[in-house]
């Protein structure tokens, strides 16, 4: 024994169900977009700081720092318009109700997939190549080291190109044309493979760099002795801090090299 609901009842539902469905997704879009302009904006941020500092010290080959950064906010900002024009375009044709024939939205003729994916991909591989750059300067431009990470950029980009290009899957019908999802998967994975392994390989460096600083020389300055002879004095970070803290000990890694050109012989002295 079923209930009888009458075809205007009948109607009404349908409308009502219609209007919560489109709603939602209307909702979603909406937060889509605010989430997305959110991220954009964080970038322009970073990437204002990070041309100031550039800009600032100037050291080395800055120019191409700079010229790299600037080529990787033009990628990112297209790729972020794309994916808010395509976000807008499907919020008016869902907004619109397209099943009861009221839509009037602009069908694109393009496809937005592609055009998401591909600029996603150059973004990636300049941020990407930055960061392998960075690698190879932090860890002293030992070539050695970056084979690895350095495959993993090149295969990872390269197949991500070519299943870009290439119609691997179809699935969805978006505003009347067939979208192809091209195993992005994969590329992802990749892609985040390589850029974890030099992340990774920076982590360490870095590390092991602060480990070997207490055996470095911080600070050398010039003062004058019993006899008049000159002596550099090298002090570690931890003599430093046995300084600061009004301890009469030193630690065992200080050094005093006398000079040679002094009144007095050039022997050099270490201190144990």
Known sequence: MGIYISPPA??????TVQ??????????????????????????VSFGICMNI?????????????????????????NFLV?????????????????????????PTTRFFDAQYETALASSSVADAILLWRCYVVWGKRRKIMILPA?????AHVVGLVLASSDVVVMGNWFGYDEKTPLSPISVVAVSAGVGLVSTTIIIRVTLGNDNMESTVVLSRATNIEDGVAARVDIS?????????G???????????????????????TVD
């Open 10 to 15: 009948q109607v009404h539902i349908a409308s």
């Open 83 to 107: 994916y808010m024009t395509y976000d807008a375009v499907k919020m008016c044709f869902y907004g619109s109700n397209p099943v009861d024939e009221s839509n009037r939205c602009w069908l």
């Open 237 to 245: 970070p931890s003599a430093i801090n046995l300084k600061q803290e």
């Open 54 to 78: 550039l800009l600032k010290r100037r050291k080395g080959h800055y120019q191409y720092h700079l010229l790299a950064t600037a080529i990787l906010f033009i990628l990112v900002s297209a």
């Open 19 to 44: 209007s919560l469905f489109y709603g939602m997704i209307h909702a979603n879009f909406v937060l889509h977009i605010l989430i997305q302009t959110a991220h954009g904006g964080a970038f322009i």
């Open 247 to 269: 301890t009469s000990e030193w630690p065992s890694m200080l050094e005093h090299e006398f000079d040679g050109s002094s009144r007095s012989s050039g022997n050099a002295v």
């Open 151 to 155: 495959f993993l950029y090149v295969a």
